[in-house]
């Protein structure tokens, strides 16, 4: 067995810098060098996991493999480490004050008092722990939410300095600070910089490396600076500098030569690195040619004068690797779905797009514009994908103006609705009626068998798949007759065939039409688009014109 090694990676100056990608991408340098990598996501707030919260609040719930319903930097991680990260790997404070009130109740501290500091950081150290060795990982990436001087995450910044002063060879810490460039100044400041790395010192921590983000290299001079009042050495200074795209951070941080610098620290021997592959997909990033027009039909998320586009991040990414792959540039646009409810005048702009798709989401608001975006993507042929409240507001398109049943609804905006082609499942309505919200919706991996001679066994090249899962309502199957002999294909199924899963058309009547229960958005990796994906993004390439 490998002796386990860890990598903080803490946050400086201020939030939303890319933590998650600076964690994602070392992990990828090291994994380049042929070790096991795993990661471990720490989110501060209260909240047990991330299913609670409103998208404003939290941007994109990622939903494992296993069902927890996480962060989006844990997509970050899936996606670029290619590979599962499970429910053991995310840790809240709500969670972990839990698990520590449980078994304190369970009598498991054998009568001792129970206190905040040594206990709470000893059950993170547990966790992370047990992170490493269930993915038998020869280093574990921890990134610690939030920034360093917040009151919230100090409690994980002990269960650093603890595990660094108990294995002093194992474990590194990174500081991702932010260097602004203040216009009214126009030079580069480090200030902030050396206030992050002093807060971080008072939690008795002492960063190995620092990670400078800023919107360009950081010079020769600052970095003088920063190593003289950060306590690091000039070559632990590693220049961040804002790229449109992301999957170069790797080899940026390569140039620096990271992996060595970190290898050398750990006291870890491995490869040299081959990052072939990765360079290949960004040298067939910068080769394409047509541009994909795609439009997410979506509902917005403003706060205050911001709109939030983080709430769709994988469905984002999977358009982008699939468009990639197919070797085009893809142009997404935020297609506001309020705009068309009563303004059907409007909806004529969707003409423009070469491709569309209807993401997941809850409630009543923008849904008539959904409805209306997928009738006129049906109508007049436009490629078209829909992942779960997509698939059902396609579900109930297609029940309203194909078989006539104008008050076709979903029951999770009107109970008492005339035709619920869309209703909620027995065991969830349940749940609900006892007021029990949190992890209870259908989640995680469901199996999911396809129809022959289906689009989708097409475009897998297989008759079973596994897909993950998010939500509270289903397809009402007193309504599968009627549809399917009105022309919907119900082209997957759950292994009984109780659970419509998939809906497509025919390709004689359109050329893409898909609509899915699950999000195939949470299992796209840069290397290996969704075939899903992939056949919508073929189908709207026959649309561009040259
Ligand atoms: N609101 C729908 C449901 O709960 C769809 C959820 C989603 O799109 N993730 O079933």
């Known amino acids: 067995m490998s002796k386990r090694k860890y990598i903080f990676v803490i946050g400086g100056v201020m939030s939303g810098v890319g933590k998650g990608i ?9 994994q380049a060098r042929g070790l096991a990598v795993t990661a471990v996501k720490i989110d501060p707030y209260i909240n047990v996991d991330a299913g609670t919260m409103n998208p404003i609040e939290h941007g994109e719930v990622y939903v494992t493999s296993d069902g927890d319903e996480t962060d989006q930097d844990i997509g970050n991680y899936e996606r670029f480490l290619n590979i599962d990260i499970h429910r053991d790997n995310y840790m809240t404070t709500g969670r972990v004050y839990r698990s520590v009130i449980e078994k304190e109740r369970n009598l498991e501290y054998e009568g001792k008092c129970v206190e905040v500091v040594p206990h709470i950081p000893m059950e993170v150290i547990r966790r992370i722990k047990n992170a490493a060795d269930k993915d038998d990982a020869d280093v574990t990436i921890i990134e610690v939410g939030g920034t360093v001087g917040e009151y919230q995450n100090i409690l994980f910044l002990e269960a650093a300095r603890m595990m660094k002063l108990n294995h002093p060879e194992d474990v590194l810490s990174v500081l991702v600070s932010y260097l602004p460039v203040p216009s009214k100044i126009g030079e580069m400041k480090t200030k902030p910089t050396q206030t992050a790395a ?257 689009i989708v066994e097409r475009l897998y090249g297989k008759s079973e798949i596994v897909e993950r899962h998010r939500h509270r309502y289903e397809f009402n199957n007193d309504y599968r007759d009627l549809l399917e002999e009105a022309g919907l294909v119900v082209s997957g199924t759950s292994p009984d065939d109780q659970l419509v899963e998939i809906i497509e058309l025919p390709e004689d009547i359109h050329p893409f039409f898909v609509a899915t229960q699950f999000h195939p958005e949470f299992k796209s990796r840069p290397l290996q688009p969704h075939p899903l994906f992939i056949g919508l993004v073929e189908a709207g390439q026959k649309r561009i014109i040259n």
């Open 22 to 30: 600076a964690s994602a991408s070392i992990g990828k340098i090291l």
């Open 198 to 454: 002093k807060m971080l010192n008072s939690a008795g921590i002492q960063p190995d490396f620092i990670l400078c983000r800023a919107d360009q290299e950081i010079d020769d001079l600052r970095k003088e600076k920063i190593a003289m009042f950060c306590n690091v050495r000039k070559e632990e200074i590693i220049s961040a500098p804002d790229t449109d795209l992301v999957y170069e951070i790797p080899a940026n941080f390569e140039r620096d030569g990271l992996s060595e610098k970190i290898l050398k620290k750990l006291n870890l021997e491995a490869r040299a690195i081959d990052l072939s592959d990765w360079d290949n997909f960004i040298q067939k990033i910068k080769s394409t040619k047509d541009t994909l027009k795609i439009g997410i039909v979506g509902k917005y998320f403003e706060t205050g004068d911001f709109v939030l586009s983080d709430v769709y991040i994988s469905v984002i990414e999977s358009l982008k690797y699939a468009a990639w792959q197919s070797g085009v540039d893809p142009e997404i646009h935020w297609i506001n779905s309020d705009a068309y409810d009563g303004h059907s005048e409007k909806i004529d702009e969707l003409r423009d797009y070469h491709c569309l798709v209807v993401p997941g989401g809850f409630g009543s608001r923008g849904i008539e514009g959904k409805i209306a975006a997928i009738q006129y993507a049906r109508e007049n042929k436009i490629p078209f994908l829909g992942l779960c409240y997509g698939m059902q507001l396609a579900s109930i398109e297609f029940a309203r103006h194909i078989c006539g049943l104008g008050g076709a609804t979903t029951t999770e905006i009107r109970p008492e609705a005339e035709h619920p082609v869309i209703h909620i499942m027995s065991e969830q309505a349940e749940k609900l009626s006892k007021k029990q919200y949190g992890n209870t919706m259908r989640l995680g991996s469901y199996p999911c068998i396809l129809k022959s001679g289906s």
